[in-house]
T-cell receptor, first 115, second 113 residues
Framework: DTAVSQTPKYLVTQMGNDKSIKCEQN?????MYWYKQDSKKFLKIMFS???????INETVPNRFSPKSPDKAHLNLHINSLELGDSAVYFC??????????????FGPGTRLTVL | GDSVTQMEGPVTLSEEAFLTINCTYTATGYPSLFWYVQYPGEGLQLLLKATKADDKGSNKGFEATYRKETTSFHLEKGSVQVSDSAVYFCAPRSRRGYNKLIFGAGTRLAVHP
């Protein structure tokens, strides 16, 4: 009955490879997010989808491509991995605010290590 | 652009000590303010929030008051426990845009017995 789940939890890969991280939420939320947390714990939003539509797209290399097949899933595909992509990636979900304050619920994170 | 500044960690305290973690922000409009906590090896969890000036958010003995005049949202706890050891993130959310939270590097708290 996990609210926001991510797979895999750990991912170790070589430079130049392509990899995907999957995220699923069972909270009935309509909005999902991807965040990147670097080694110094700095956390920054990358993307957000609302009802399968991209609504936040920060300055992220176009090697990163989010895909939302439905409201409950948001996957992150990364092409041509680089050393600097090593980080912990967090998925989150919420209702889209409409005059109220909506909490974001975070997944446990995926630790990506690029060798 | 919107930003948040937190005191640098780590903050190291003995059990039952008083905790303050400072947070100041810049944001367009009149943001909602959040504190999230990240326990070791886990994702972030909402700790408390405040949506308007002078609101006080509180949870698990932690408190923070929305100070519009100083654009601050300092986190306090009167008596910390070892189980409070975690990274704490202050995050404003602008009323413009799509529920976009602005995080920084957080502040690591280490509480010793």
């Amino acid at each position: 009955d996990t609210a926001v789940s991510q797979t895999p939890k750990y991912l170790v890969t070589q430079m130049g490879n392509d990899k995907s991280i999957k995220c699923e939420q069972n909270l009935g939320h309509d909005t999902m997010y991807w965040y990147k947390q670097d080694s110094k714990k700095f956390l920054k939003i990358m993307f957000s989808y609302n009802n399968k539509e991209l609504i936040i797209n920060e300055t992220v290399p176009n090697r990163f491509s989010p895909k939302s097949p439905d409201k409950a899933h948001l996957n992150l595909h990364i092409n041509s991995l680089e050393l600097g992509d090593s980080a912990v990636y967090f998925c989150a979900s919420s209702h889209l605010p409409s005059g109220t304050v909506n909490e974001q619920f975070f997944g446990p994170g995926t630790r990506l290590t690029v060798l | 652009g919107d930003s948040v500044t937190q005191m640098e960690g780590p903050v190291t305290l003995s059990e039952e000590a008083f905790l303050t973690i400072n947070c100041t922000y810049t944001a367009t409009g009149y943001p909602s303010l959040f504190w999230y906590v990240q326990y070791p090896g886990e994702g972030l969890q909402l700790l408390l929030k405040a949506t308007k000036a002078d609101d006080k958010g509180s949870n698990k003995g932690f408190e923070a008051t929305y100070r519009k005049e100083t654009t601050s949202f300092h986190l306090e706890k009167g008596s910390v426990q070892v189980s409070d050891s975690a990274v704490y993130f202050c995050a404003p959310r602008s009323r413009r845009g799509y529920n976009k939270l602005i995080f920084g590097a957080g502040t690591r708290l280490a509480v010793h017995p």
